[in-house]
């Protein structure tokens, strides 16, 4: 067994990451622009561009620093014809778009200087119209020594009109898929990932890896890339639970943990969530009213299913660019997402912010999840970005928030009550998921001596412990206490 097996790397539980969509961040004037743009503030398209870039990233390390960032994921950023650039034309070229690779250098160097991870998604399943061998066959046809890349099945190829002669995803034309059982495509995917980690980036996100079935392809990806750097993050986008990718240790280290975000919904959202716009939600059930109880059990069996080393390195999040904005969801209510922040700030595994998400920037489903970033303070919640600042602040301040246990002790109505423990720290944290502020005697049981003051970490407010319980704890509505 190979060292780099059954372990993940431990930056990642003392992560917090970042997700941005490159188009839609931020602008910057060091990069040469070909043409006109969609106005920066206008509703988002299909396929319109906004041009947001690298060089407008590095110029907002600043931002992401101050809000205790210390780690991005990055939507596609590699030469494409798409805005999302899931249509792969170059594999070994960012986007000119975007800054092309000097920018990309910039980047990755001042991202590093800071101590900011860069794990960038890796989309292997499918390519595009403009990647070199399909391009090749579309100009050769059958001539072209490129056939076996794809599996081809007429000529000329449909490849803009009629119904699609060869493999693609979802029947998209526009993406054709990858023969990986073609030993030559299988050696270029290979040598993509490899090639980006010796570059310096920090991990892959692996775009619906579960496409991917061919037997032992993701062992030979860990191979590589863990050969490569030990420590490189390996999540894959993968909605479901996912014992077979991760329990075996020698595929993936975590996943997009969005049975969590399915949780959150029902447990946050409760009776009031926006059930028209949570259907089919990355192809999951539909989420139900979940009752703190509930909400405590299924997120304690999500660490049980998985081994804790795995457990503990999941990619936790409330959206992303493929599902609605969590504020749209809770039907704008910033209470309900600002306290779902906290739960996933003092919750096991890398909690990761969708980029907007920390000023209020709201969305339905695709493209309106995808809006761009505002740089006007004035339209930021600015209360908001600020408790989930100071929220961060704290998780990096104390490792039980990180790496110690999760153990729910009081689940009654709305109130959700967890110790996060390890050897040196044992901290507090309470929940009211209600619009009416709770007062009761929580029982702590021998997490705590008895005479044990406790401040609250996010205000002036103390707590004591005595006859091992506190007496008349009051949690306000919609508010959250962390007790250490």
């Given at each position: 067994?190979?060292?780099?097996?059954?372990?993940t790397p431990?930056?990642?539980?003392?992560?917090?990451?970042?997700?941005?969509?490159?188009d839609r961040?931020a602008?910057?004037?060091?990069?040469n622009?070909?043409?006109?743009f969609e106005?920066w503030?206008s509703l988002?398209?299909?396929?319109?561009?906004?041009?947001?870039d690298?060089m407008?990233?590095y110029e907002k390390l600043?931002?992401l620093e101050d809000l205790?960032?210390?780690?991005?994921?990055?939507n596609?950023?590699?030469?494409s014809a798409s805005?999302?650039?899931y249509?792969?034309?170059?594999y070994?070229?960012?986007?000119p778009l975007?800054?092309?690779?000097?920018?990309?250098k910039?980047l990755l160097?001042?991202?590093?200087?800071?101590g900011?991870?860069i794990v960038?998604d890796g989309v292997?399943?499918?390519?595009?119209?403009?990647?070199?061998p399909f391009?090749?066959?579309?100009?050769?046809?059958?001539?072209?020594?490129?056939?076996?890349?794809?599996?081809?099945?007429?000529f000329?190829?449909?490849?803009?009109?009629g119904k699609?002669?060869?493999?693609?995803?979802?029947?998209l034309?526009?993406?054709?898929?990858?023969n990986v059982?073609?030993p030559?495509?299988r050696?270029?995917?290979?040598?993509v990932?490899r090639?980006?980690v010796?570059?310096g980036i920090d991990?892959w996100r692996?775009d619906?890896?579960?496409?991917?079935?061919l037997?032992?392809?993701w062992e030979?990806?860990?191979?590589v890339?863990?050969?490569?750097?030990?420590?490189?993050?390996?999540?894959g986008?993968v909605?479901t639970?996912a014992q077979?990718?991760?329990n075996?240790g020698?595929k993936?280290?975590?996943?997009?943990?969005?049975?969590?975000?399915?949780?959150?919904?029902g447990f946050f959202g409760?009776?009031?969530?926006?059930?028209?716009l949570?259907?089919?939600m990355?192809?999951?059930?539909?989420?139900?009213s979940?009752s703190?109880q509930a909400?405590?059990?299924?997120?304690?069996?999500?660490?049980?299913i998985?081994?804790?080393?795995?457990?503990y390195?999941q990619?936790?999040?409330l959206?992303?660019?493929?599902?609605p904005r969590?504020?749209?969801?809770?039907?704008?209510n910033?209470?309900?997402l600002k306290l779902?922040?906290?739960?996933?700030l003092?919750y096991?595994?890398?909690?990761?912010?969708y980029?907007g998400d920390?000023?209020?920037l709201?969305?339905?489903r695709?493209?309106?999840?995808?809006k761009?970033f505002t740089?006007?303070q004035e339209?930021?919640?600015?209360e908001?970005r600020?408790?989930?600042?100071e929220?961060?602040t704290?998780?990096?301040?104390?490792p039980?928030l990180?790496?110690g246990?999760?153990?729910?002790?009081?689940t009654?109505d709305?109130?959700?009550a967890?110790l996060?423990?390890?050897e040196l720290?044992?901290?507090?944290v309470?929940l009211?998921?209600s619009d009416a502020a709770?007062k009761?005697?929580?029982?702590?049981?021998?997490?705590f001596?008895n005479g044990t003051e406790l401040q609250?970490?996010?205000?002036d407010?103390?707590?004591?412990?005595?006859q091992?319980?506190i007496t008349?704890?009051t949690?306000?509505?919609?508010?959250a206490?962390?007790?250490?």
């Open positions: 067994m190979t060292e780099y097996n059954n372990r431990d930056w990642v539980k003392n992560a917090v990451f970042y997700q941005i969509f490159p961040f602008w910057s004037s060091r990069v622009k070909p043409g006109l106005k503030d988002p398209t299909i396929h319109g561009f906004k041009g947001g690298l407008g990233v600043d931002y205790g960032i210390n780690a991005i994921y990055f596609p950023i590699f030469q805005n999302h650039r249509h792969t034309h170059d070994y070229l960012v986007d975007l800054g092309g690779n000097e920018a990309f910039i160097d001042a991202a590093h200087t800071r900011i991870r960038l292997f399943n499918h390519a595009s119209r403009g990647f070199f391009n090749h066959i579309l100009e050769s046809g059958q001539d072209s020594p490129y056939i076996d890349w794809f599996k081809v099945h007429g000329p190829l449909n490849a803009y009109q699609p002669n060869y493999d693609c995803w979802w029947n034309p526009a993406l054709p898929k990858l059982e073609n030559m495509v050696r270029y995917i290979m040598e990932a090639y980006w010796d570059q991990g692996l619906v890896p579960f496409e991917i079935t037997p032992g392809f030979e990806f860990r191979d890339v863990k050969t490569a750097n030990p420590d490189t993050y390996i999540v986008e909605p639970e077979d990718w991760l075996s020698e993936f280290d975590a996943v997009m943990n969005y049975q969590l975000t399915h949780a959150a919904i409760g009776n009031a969530f926006d059930q028209k949570a259907e089919g990355m192809g999951l059930p539909q989420p139900q979940m703190a909400f405590a059990h299924r997120t304690s069996e999500l660490l049980k998985y081994p804790q080393e795995f457990a390195a990619l936790n999040l959206d992303s660019h493929d599902m969590f504020l749209s969801l809770m039907n704008g910033i209470a309900k779902a922040y906290t739960f996933l003092t096991p595994g890398a909690p990761c912010i980029y920390e000023i209020g709201d969305g339905g695709d493209p309106y999840c995808r761009s740089w006007r339209d930021w919640n600015v908001l600020d408790a989930i600042k929220t961060i704290v998780r990096h301040a104390i039980a990180r790496t246990s999760y153990e729910p002790i009081y009654q709305s109130i959700l967890y996060r423990r390890d720290d044992t901290v507090l309470v009211n998921n709770v009761l005697n929580l029982a702590t049981g021998d997490a001596e609250d970490q996010l205000s407010n103390h707590v004591s412990i005595e091992q319980q008349d704890l949690i306000p509505p919609m508010g206490m962390i007790l250490a």
